[in-house]
């Protein structure tokens, strides 16, 4: 049932009167430096929160070993956090709609170097239409919105006609174990809207990311007789470059995979992080590079795997010191598919029709060459999956920031997609 205009406009204005309350909370949410494996006092902050508007509460931890035997499951580190996942969940009187996932991740990437920041990387500043901070649009504004579009039902006396839970996930940046853990508890809906900060634009399409370390071993000698030595710095440099190869390989690839034809360059491989070598007078003996790489949706992370394993491998035969000293490839973290949101869902269409009541223009639909949660709703709970959220800049970056008018009209989207996806009742 569509929403007729007189309830369109009492929930455009419902949010609209709560939103500076709103961006409060979001800031509240970025001043806690919730990096991985930190997260619990926000996740204790985002419990209170729905607890206190009368949502059931649930806390859970990962379960590693399912986990590990999930084929979705990424590698575990000693880095893997071990906060707690939160999920507020509503129960309508009767359940008359369609019922929902509203998920959102409170973690965060490092900041990088904070004397490059305008501000203290965790301010939540704002300065005219933006507020900044790492995490302010990757995904802090998201989480916050998950919860006052909500709000904002609430505000006129509504509440949705059938089951929300509201999911606050870990792990989305380094392993996507967060989300996989929910679908691992029973989670499921019909449907599941995640606020990434998407430019209010919908995700068609979704690569898939592995992270990987490939370590080398030199001998160390005096740098005088470097020439009988092995320099494992140098050597990491030689690997590189035959990953670079094989990462072009994968982008001539790109004909043959739908939605991805006409992205530029789709697969990228990042050397994240070099560590290497003890002293600038000593030959190196070791170095590790980190490296993350998208793959095509409908590849199999097992498949991209053996790849990279054949690739490094290959290369250290055709190199005199590597022949000897073979590098070692450890999978650490996402080891995670791609997916498409096949178009014609009616969640689709029900979103479609919020984000033109909300925006004024149509909902347009885009591919993203990074990591997202919606992936394990889409391969695995097997539901529609909708990635979908404000307009933002830097993600990843120095001075990240989200636009704070394009939050307000995601979160009245979202207000407006849940009265139509799960219809209303009044609160009593
Ligand atoms: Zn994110």
């Known amino acids: 049932m569509t929403l007729d205009k007189e309830l369109r406009d009492r929930i455009l204005k419902a949010v609209e009167d709560g939103f500076d309350e709103q961006v409060a909370f979001t800031r509240d ?205 140098d050597a990491a440099y030689r690997v590189a470059g035959a990953l670079r190869e094989m990462e072009a390989r994968w982008n001539d690839e790109k004909g043959e995979h739908p939605h991805f034809e006409e992205e530029p360059h789709p697969i990228n491989l990042n050397i994240g992080k070099i560590a290497g070598g003890d002293w600038a007078s000593s030959v190196p003996s070791w170095c590790t590079i980190d490296v993350r790489v998208s793959i095509y949706p409908g590849r199999s992370a097992e498949d991209a795997a053996r790849e990279i394993e054949s690739c490094v491998a290959d290369f250290a035969k055709t190199d005199a010191f590597l022949s000897n000293n073979p590098p070692e490839v450890v999978f650490n973290g996402f080891f995670a598919e791609g997916y498409v949101l096949e178009p014609g869902s009616e969640a689709e269409a029900v979103l479609g029709r919020a984000h033109e009541a909300a925006i004024g223009a149509p909902l347009e639909s885009f591919v993203t060459a990074g990591y997202l949660d919606t992936r394990v709703y889409a391969l695995y709970n097997k539901i529609p999956a909708l990635c979908y959220g404000p307009i933002s800049q830097n993600i990843h970056g120095i001075d990240e920031r989200v636009n704070l008018p394009s939050v307000k009209r995601i979160t009245q989207a979202m207000a407006l997609f849940i009265a139509e996806w799960c219809g209303v009742e009044d609160a009593r």
């Open 29 to 233: 949410l970025v001043r806690m430096p919730s990096l991985r494996g930190r997260e619990h006092a926000v996740q204790d902050y985002l419990f209170t929160a729905m607890k206190d508007r009368g949502l059931a509460m649930d806390r859970f931890a990962m379960d590693r070993d399912a986990i590990e035997r999930h084929p979705g499951g990424s590698k575990f580190s000693d880095q893997h956090s071990e906060a707690p996942i939160v999920v507020g969940i509503h129960r309508p009187a009767e359940e008359k709609g369609r019922s929902l996932i509203l998920q959102s991740h409170v973690d965060v990437v490092p900041e990088g170097l904070p004397e490059m920041w305008s501000d203290p990387p965790f301010s939540g500043a704002i300065k005219g239409d933006w507020m900044y901070g790492r995490g302010a649009g990757d995904m802090k504004a998201g989480a916050a919105a998950n919860i006052f579009a909500f709000d904002a039902l609430a505000r006129i006396g509504l509440r949705p006609a059938a089951t929300v839970y509201v999911q606050s996930v870990v792990e989305e940046e380094s392993t996507g174990n967060g989300a996989l853990q929910t679908f691992l508890e029973g989670y499921t809906a019909d449907a599941v809207l995640i606020p990434e900060p998407e430019d209010e634009k919908l995700v068609r399409a979704n690569t898939g990311v592995l992270w990987f370390q490939v370590k080398l071993r030199g001998v160390p000698v005096h740098v005088r007789e470097m020439g009988e030595g092995a320099n494992a710095i």
